[in-house]
């Protein structure tokens, strides 16, 4: 049996009825039962400043605490401008800093982006990607999760209506699974691709 491991979910939309909210909380309903997902806020984050480090602000220090004990990391984030929102982009940067002491180095990671227009959020999706190669987070490549037209999977009361979409994080998930598994076992163990569902 896999070993429980602790996820960092890091969700890059600020907004309340945040279509990528959505996403990650079906993620974490449709997720193995050794994966324990765990939500880590980034929106109370003061902007990175080096200058603040000798005496590094509360929000700060609750993030890097909050993301140092996990295993893995599970970003689900939209696209702004063609790159990943600034609220992702500071959290990586608070969470990666005093330099040699970032909270992410070498933890399992995977991204699903989701927007309402035609591409998925593409864009943000591979600048994350680019950043993770940087902080030493390697990254799952397959399946990819680019989920265009987002809005239009979910019914009148916010429910998932989008039983293709629901099969598609499904896959995600479990493909996650292993993912972090074959990183985090030991040599000479094989990770199991069997989950339910």
């Known amino acids: 049996m896999p070993q429980d491991r602790r996820i960092a979910v890091i969700v890059g939309s600020l907004r309340k009825e945040s279509y990528n909210l959505r996403i990650a909380c079906i993620l974490a309903e ?4 050794h994966l324990s997902l765990e939500f880590v806020e980034i929106g109370g984050l003061p902007l990175y400043n080096e200058d603040l480090e000798k005496d590094p602000p509360a929000a700060w220090r609750a993030f890097r605490d ?4 996990a295993e893995a990391l599970l970003f689900v984030t939209p696209e702004y401008n063609r790159s990943m929102p600034g609220a992702l982009k500071n959290a990586l940067d608070v969470g990666s800093r005093p330099y040699g002491s ?5 933890k399992p990671g995977a991204v699903a982006t989701a927007s309402q227009g035609a591409i998925g959020g ?13 902080l030493d987070v390697p990254m799952m490549q397959q399946p990819e999760a680019y989920l265009s037209n987002v809005q239009k999977a979910f019914g009148e009361d916010g429910t998932l209506a989008d039983a293709s979409l629901k099969k598609l ?7 996650y699974a292993d993912w972090v598994e074959k ?6 163990e ?8």
């Open 190 to 197: 094989i990770a199991s691709d069997q989950h339910p569902g």
């Open 30 to 33: 449709l997720a193995p039962p």
């Open 183 to 188: 990183l985090l076992r030991g040599p000479g």
């Open 122 to 134: 593409f864009g943000s999706n591979h600048h994350l990607r680019q950043s993770c190669v940087f």
């Open 66 to 69: 909050a993301v140092r004990p």
């Open 102 to 106: 970032s909270v992410f180095e070498k």
């Open 169 to 175: 994080l499904q896959r995600f998930i479990n493909a």
